[in-house]
């Protein structure tokens, strides 16, 4: 008797930009856990985050690799084209650096090592020398509503800087940030890796902060869908979802990562050589032309320590962001769309029936872990790395009004 007929791949198109955090995307079709899963996987690279998000509002895909805030700044009507966004997954942690131009760096502390251990002093040494600059300073961002943005805001702010008032900021598209530092268009950028190593390599920057000194396991890039879509195909998701805690999994391990850099070294993914996406895969990052390479722990995480749960207290920690720099009211019903972005109850329907370790909570006070503490789990021993925010503060969901009473500037 012959087989029965296999039945047809489900199609599924995704966005992504040439970052090293569109790893797992990247895993899931490679390394065949979507097909695995019954998919036929397209990803579909683009330019610029603006481009991303009207390829999925406007249906041209399913899915899209996404800035955290961008999917609220978009379900919140504060980006173009406003639709409900959702983001059941996150596809990572962390990963960002900003890069500097030698001429700025020049007026900060000489020692890059000791800069990035110590974000408040070189918070401070960055307003002082933002009065030395020849001109007001320039600082590419990849978008208005990006997690590197807010971490550069929360950064100076601590420093009392206001970077509306202080800073020129200016929204390019993560490739060309480096060509815009080369022809002097801006004086430094922040995005995720590999463009700051790129910069660093190429001689014309050094790398001032990252952003896992910063807040450590701090929220990054999502899955996002638009929400009527991810409602309407429940199974589907789900299905994918599965696909992408395999190819996470497959990325976080060291063993994988000279695998990994080779393959989104191609053309069509990150497009950059292996030898500048590697370091950021390890954690050993090039702060300064000509040096040996820092190891900097927890620099990018793709899974472990339920990296890709998406934790509601984060989207709130991003709605308090944007409420702190007058980009939205503060109003409970706002508060409680951004929180419903990310869909922990997704999460947790996709995976349920797998070896994943599950929080109990949806929430969690960020900023409160030191050391590595067990949760509770719905399933499996679950250990959370320490996630505080280098200036001490901690975030608690349930106070937004007492927490933002206690930033400046505002």
């Excluded at 970077?163 to 390019?172: G, H, I, K, S």
């Excluded at 599965?242 to 053309?267: K, V, Y």
């Excluded at 990296?307 to 939205?328: K, T």
Aim: with cysteine.
């Amino acid at each position: 008797m012959s087989a029965p007929p296999m039945s047809a791949p489900t199609p599924i198109s995704i966005a992504f930009l040439p970052l090293t955090d569109s790893a797992p995307l990247v895993a899931a079709r490679e390394k065949g856990f979507a097909a695995e899963a019954g998919f036929d996987l397209s990803l579909h690279r683009a330019t610029s985050w603006a481009t991303v998000r009207d390829m999925l509002v406007y249906g041209q895909v399913q899915g899209a690799h996404m800035l955290a805030p961008l999917a609220i700044a978009v379900t919140l009507g504060l980006s173009q084209h406003p639709a409900a966004l959702s983001a059941p997954f996150k596809l990572n942690l962390n990963g960002n650096a900003l890069a500097m131009s030698t001429e700025f760096v020049a007026a900060l502390d000489p020692d890059p090592v000791k800069r990035i251990a110590d974000p408040e002093g070189a918070a401070h040494d960055f307003a002082a020398a933002i009065g030395l600059h020849r001109r007001k300073p320039v600082v590419g961002i990849v978008h208005r509503y990006s997690s590197h943005a807010l971490m550069l805001r929360y950064w100076l702010g601590y420093a009392g800087i206001d970077p509306d008032r202080d800073l020129a900021l200016r929204v390019l598209p993560p490739s060309l940030m480096v060509e815009a530092l080369r022809s002097g268009e801006i004086d430094g950028f922040i995005a995720g890796e590999p463009w700051s190593s790129v910069a660093v390599t190429a001689g014309l920057a050094e790398i001032v902060a990252v952003g896992s000194r910063i807040w450590r396991r701090g929220v990054e890039k999502v899955l996002a869908f638009r929400t009527d879509w991810m409602e309407d195909h429940a199974d589907m998701v789900d299905r994918f979802l599965g696909a992408m805690a395999r190819a996470a999994a497959w990325c976080d391990d060291p063993a994988h990562h000279g695998e990994l850099a080779a393959m989104l070294e191609r053309a069509g993914y990150v497009g950059q050589p292996a030898a500048t996406i590697l370091p950021a895969l390890e954690g050993r990052i090039l702060l300064r032309p000509g040096t040996a390479p820092v190891a900097i722990d927890d620099f990018m995480i793709f899974d472990r320590e339920a990296a890709n749960f998406p934790w509601r207290s984060q989207a709130l920690w991003i709605y308090s962001q944007l409420v702190r720099w007058r980009m939205v009211e503060k109003d409970e019903a706002i508060e409680r769309r951004a929180a419903d972005v990310f869909r922990s109850d997704v999460y947790r329907r996709a995976l349920a029936g797998s070896d994943v370790p599950m929080p109990g909570a949806s929430m969690k006070v960020e900023g409160a872990i030191a050391t590595p503490t067990g949760v509770g789990s719905h399933s499996g021993a679950l250990t959370l790395g320490p996630d505080r925010f280098f200036d001490g503060r901690v975030f608690d969901p349930h106070n937004i009004e007492a927490y933002l009473a206690g930033l400046s500037p505002r």
